[in-house]
């Protein structure tokens, strides 16, 4: 068989999370959008004697996720000191985890069973950000401080995908899982959820799948992507310019790239650094975080349904059909405000259907903007009675019209049945075009029977 490269892929995944503060400090973590430096303080900018007091609602989200994504829960954490030096990071190290995180050894299923493992989910801090302007003509980097100090997950898979598309539905079924969870919006506009696919290529004689095959001794990871779409671009070009290299026999280089979304390539950053070159060590003014049986039996009671079990209840329970159902799905939090306006609306009146309010609701593309359910209440109610009057209208002009008809009336009776769509064109003209054809066509069948 002739030689074939496959890819190998391994994903990271940091996310902000939605706390009010930030992870060792009080300042607001809300910064999006804020003038620069402007929720600050001197831990997040990290002053001599300021000293950390972690986020408890970040550590317990951390490890909420963890238990969702099938992680083990080890009883003995730590944070560590990340030593590198670079503008946006002010203290010269970041606050993480190394060798002891908070969750490990999971996995996430795809659509078609394979489990692509993860690695671990760590909480570590978020840097500041770099703004390039120009300054009297010259160029400059700005520093905005905001960003740092706020609280970051990362979550690192094994290097268990084989193509950009695995790749895509990955990153969007951990998207979607974040956002059921509701600790984060995810939302990579704004930076709250950013992609770093680490990819390198094999060269195999068989099936990657059925061979035992030992990892390339390099590996090029690709920064701070945005999109879904451009990770897939992202991958696919690099695949394609490594296997370029392997042919010539040499070897890719190790290395951070960038993406550039305009000419769709990966450029060079810089050589990648191995974890030596950090200089890991136990941050020493964070105590270990031990947690016990109870505690991570607490956190397991507040994780919210599977997308399986969802799926199942809104079919079942709520009686919607898969249009209605798989529209919910797309957003977990349109399915909390779907369930919290079913309840409101049928603790007042019970006899609405859920599938009269998802009627109302997808027809008017409401569910976002709804605030008022007693008002909703009294629209289905409403709309039913004028469809109730609006039959009974509808069945009085068929009558008449059957009855000045008889002779296409006999056609009907006589076998000839396209006849019925005459009927049909008559009761139309004389509503104007308002009825429903599909309702007529019953109406009449019904009355002729």
């Not at 399986?308 to 939090?333: F, I």
Request: charged share 30%.
């Amino acid at each position: 068989m002739e030689n074939k490269y496959f890819p190998v892929i391994g994903l990271e995944s940091h996310v902000e999370l939605k706390t009010k503060s930030k992870m060792f400090c009080s300042c607001s973590a809300e910064y999006f959008g804020h003038p620069p430096n402007t929720h600050c303080c001197p831990v997040c900018l990290g002053f001599p004697g300021a000293l950390p007091v972690p986020n408890k609602k970040a550590i317990e989200w951390c490890v909420m996720l963890g238990l969702f994504l099938n992680c083990q829960i080890p009883h003995f954490s730590k944070f560590d000191r990340k030593n590198y030096f670079y503008p946006d990071l002010p203290k010269g190290y970041q606050i993480s985890q190394y060798d002891e995180p908070f969750a490990v050894n999971g996995f996430l299923a795809l659509s078609n069973g394979k489990k692509i493992r993860i690695r671990r989910v760590h909480m570590e801090e978020d840097t500041g950000k770099l703004l390039h302007d120009k300054i009297n003509n010259e160029r400059a980097t700005l520093i905005d401080f905001n960003r740092s100090g706020v609280p970051l997950i990362e979550i690192v898979t094994e290097p268990d995908i084989r193509s950009s598309g695995e790749a895509k539905e990955y990153l969007q079924k951990l998207q979607w899982i974040i956002r059921l969870l509701g600790i984060s919006d995810c939302d990579m506009e704004k930076g709250s959820m950013r992609l770093e696919p680490n990819i390198s290529a094999v060269k195999m004689q068989n099936k990657l799948e059925s061979a035992n095959f030992k990892l390339p001794d390099y590996k090029v990871e690709v920064k701070n992507i945005n999109s879904f779409r451009f990770v897939q671009k992202a991958i696919d070009f690099e695949i394609k310019r490594q296997i370029e290299i392997l042919k010539l026999g040499k070897k890719p280089d190790q290395e951070t790239r960038g993406w550039d979304e305009k000419r769709e390539i990966t450029f060079s950053q810089r050589s990648k650094e191995e974890a030596k070159d950090y200089r890991y060590f136990p941050e020493p003014d964070i105590p270990p975080i031990v947690w016990n049986k109870d505690d991570i039996e607490s956190l397991k009671r507040q994780l919210p349904q599977s997308f399986e079990d969802l799926s199942k209840e809104l079919e079942k329970k709520y009686n919607l059909s898969p249009q209605y159902k798989n529209l919910l799905l797309k957003n977990p939090g349109d399915i909390v405000r779907f369930k919290e306006i079913v309840h409101r609306i049928q603790k007042k009146k019970k006899d609405i259907l859920p599938k009269e309010i998802a009627d109302y609701i997808f027809n008017r593309s409401l569910l976002v903007k709804i605030a008022d359910n007693v008002q909703i209440a009294g629209q289905i109610i409403n709309a039913r009675t004028k469809s109730a009057v609006e039959s009974s209208k509808l069945s009085q002009i068929i009558a008449e019209i059957i009855e000045k008809n008889a002779r296409i009336v006999a056609d009907y009776k006589r076998g000839k049945t396209n006849s019925i769509h005459v009927l049909v064109g008559l009761v139309m003209k004389e509503t104007k075009g308002a009825a429903d054809a599909r309702k007529i066509i019953v109406l009449i069948k019904k009355y002729l029977s």
